[in-house]
């Protein structure tokens, strides 16, 4: 009997041992789960939140559920240069950025903000989709801003530059009139050469800026006024097709690096499979809202060709001003590469 008692503990203790092991085994899988927490300033129906819900998706899907996304939109986690400072910090762990905003941290995209610089949705592609000038500027921003760039998005084509006082059909028209800018400094110049009054408000400031008259008006994309309610404060727009929309997609270096292979290969096929959803409905959506904005009474002008040469030389002492700044070779690669 004894001997059958000792056979039934040790029988005991091992099934014991094998229950502590699949309970660790199990607390690893759940803690082998990496939580993304992720930050934008898009909301519904613009392409930035459309590329963040479709990221959602798509991660969970190649990474066998390993990876669980957080999303946060509509600026719930700040704005753009506050999202910066949280992917700096670690306390968010994925987001994206316009490249005004960017221009407090790196001097790596200040390019794209060079007015005329982008000819077309198509030329766009063809720049931030070519090997050379993207690993140049994934290896700058990663110096200066400390994060994993992803890749880059199409964010409601061509500003407008919007007021509520008057329509401007020439440069002339826009002086003394005050306008919310990035904290680019090429923002800053561009406004100054059309004759307006630049003045720095962070992107979650500016409707109440606008509303109350701080500013009189913005440089903002239709897609972005429409949705984000400038319609109604705001009654003339002018589509001088100068800068373009563009956001750059980051995540943290330490939680990238801390990812295996295989999840970090999930996270960039995840990346390009949305941004290639969300660039397709933004380019669809562009006259959408052009349209909705006209119906609800905003005054959107298109410059003749000559009137649009004029907005264009006005703006050529920006070039002189900044060109000799930048990486003369990524800024010959980017105009070069357009006309291929």
Sequence with gaps: M????????????????????????????????TRLLIGHTGTPGNSVYVLFDEFAKRVQTYSGGKIKPEVHHSGELGGDDQLLQSLRLGTVDLASASTGNMGSMTKALLWADLPYILVSRDGMEKVFT????????????ERDVGTKVLGYLQAGGYRMLQNKKRPLKVPADAKGIKFRTTASPI????????????????????????QQGVVDGLNLQPVWTSLNGFGQVIKYATRNNAVMGLHCIQMNKKVWDGLSPELQQAVQKAM????????????????????????????????????????????????????????QAVLARVQAIQKQ
């Design 2 to 33: 004894a001997r059958s008692f000792g056979k039934r503990f040790v029988h005991a203790v091992a099934c014991t041992a094998i229950s502590l092991l699949a309970l660790g085994a199990g607390s690893q899988a759940v803690q082998a789960q």
């Design 130 to 141: 070519d090997p050379e000038i993207s690993a140049k500027l994934s290896k700058d921003i």
């Design 187 to 210: 923002d800053v110049a561009l406004i100054q050469a059309w004759g307006g009054l630049p003045s720095q408000v962070a992107w979650a400031e500016t409707f109440t800026a606008v």
């Design 272 to 327: 390009n499979d949305a941004i290639q959803i969300a660039n397709k409905a933004d380019a669809a959506d562009e006259s959408q809202y052009v349209k909705k904005l006209e119906a609800g009474g905003m005054a959107i002008y298109d410059p003749t060709p000559a009137e649009l040469d004029q907005w264009r030389k006005a703006a050529m002492p920006v070039w002189d001003k900044f060109g000799g700044q930048m990486d």
